[in-house]
């Protein structure tokens, strides 16, 4: 079972970015994912989830509207679409994955390495 996250990278404000979640080892069919991310010196907060097993999904109020999460089940990846960047979006950005209802609880067992999202002029 493994999660790649990529995507990430150095953008102005304003700007987007596509965040990319390759999931190898299981099918995202019953399974929950999210996207957290934390910054330097903050604690790790959930920015996005969805339950593809019970068609939940979740945005964090600071990013509704900017942000959107997307599926592609031929690939088993998940994206994070992020427009509109602000500053305050910098961060280490991780996805992860598990059982449960809904999409905003804890059990999430199986998470990607971090990719870092810079917003910066």
């Known amino acids: 079972v493994q999660l790649q996250a990529s995507g990430g990278g150095l953008v102005q404000p304003g700007g987007s970015l596509r965040l990319s979640c390759e999931v190898s080892?299981?099918?995202?069919?019953?399974?929950?994912v999210g996207w957290f991310r934390q910054a330097p010196g903050k604690q790790r907060e959930g920015v996005a989830c969805e339950n593809y097993g019970d068609a939940t999904t979740g945005y964090a109020t600071s990013v509704k509207g900017r942000f959107a999460m997307s599926r592609d089940k031929s690939k088993n990846t998940v994206y994070l679409q992020m427009n509109s960047l602000k500053r305050e979006d910098t961060a280490v950005y991780y996805c992860?994955?598990?059982?449960?209802?809904?999409?905003?609880?804890?059990?999430?067992?199986?998470w990607g390495q971090g990719t870092q999202v810079t917003v910066s002029s």
């Open positions: 080892g299981f099918s995202l069919d019953t399974y929950a």
């Open positions: 992860a994955a598990g059982r449960m209802f809904g999409c905003w609880g804890a059990e999430y067992d199986y």
